[in-house]
């Protein structure tokens, strides 16, 4: 089955400086990479994905990039306020089904 | 407003005591699943559902059951549950067969067995 790792498992930026996230995959079926922020004592919310016929997909200052050959994509967040402080999961999925996280990052954004 | 619904979002139970976690969504997808998380775990699937009356295991589906009857319920059912089953709980849905269909998750329910 699927495996996800990812790294690092806690990141301390600080504000106004660039984060990024790495997940590798190991089933080359998986075709959706979706990136999950979860404040503490909240749910997680989906921030970012990206489907594996796109090599790369930005929104505003988050932007995701994703090696399909290589079986790895990463997260990168720009410009880092506090309010990005969070726990960052990534996930793998097929077709909308099974989706499995890595462990996750702790991002701690220092004023 | 598009929701996954579970209840209640705060459990205290002893060991033994059969106890069942709703969840609920009005986004009529097919796919459900259950999670477990816990510190330095991330997300574990339980159980997931891919319609109505079709059940799978996940990664940890031991001391759980879930049911499929109708498309917008699948409850998590501990028939019997253990202090190792203490854990934040998480339910989500997605519009199964279509890439690009994001998991869309409850609120969670915190569950504790003394």
């Known amino acids: 089955g699927e495996n996800v790792e990812q790294h690092p498992s806690t990141l301390s930026v600080q504000e106004g400086d660039s984060a990024v996230i790495k997940c590798t995959y190991s089933d080359s079926a998986s075709n959706y990479f979706p990136w999950y922020k979860q404040e503490l004592g909240k749910r997680p919310q989906l921030i970012i994905d990206i489907r594996s016929n796109v090599g790369e997909k930005k929104d505003q200052r988050i932007a995701v990039t994703l090696n399909k050959t290589a079986k790895h994509f990463s997260l990168h967040i720009t410009e880092t306020q506090p309010e990005d402080s969070a726990v960052y999961f990534c996930?793998?999925?097929?077709?909308?089904?099974?989706?499995?996280f890595g462990p996750g990052t702790r991002l701690s954004v220092l004023p | 407003e598009a929701q996954v619904t579970q209840n209640p979002r705060y459990l205290i139970t002893v060991t033994g005591k059969k106890l069942t976690v709703t969840c609920s969504q009005n986004?009529?997808?097919?796919?459900m699943s259950w999670y477990r998380q816990d510190p330095g775990l991330g997300l574990r699937q339980i159980y997931y559902s891919m319609n109505v009356e079709v059940t799978d295991k996940g990664d940890v589906p031991e001391g759980y059951k879930v049911s499929r009857k109708e498309k917008r319920n699948f409850p998590l059912i501990l028939e019997s549950p253990s202090p190792n089953q203490t854990s934040l709980y998480f339910c989500a849905s997605s519009l199964w067969g279509r890439v690009g269909s994001p998991l869309h998750f409850g609120n969670g329910t915190r569950l504790t067995v003394t």
């Open positions: 996930a793998a999925s097929m077709n909308g089904q099974n989706f499995v």
């Open positions: 986004m009529n997808h097919e796919y």
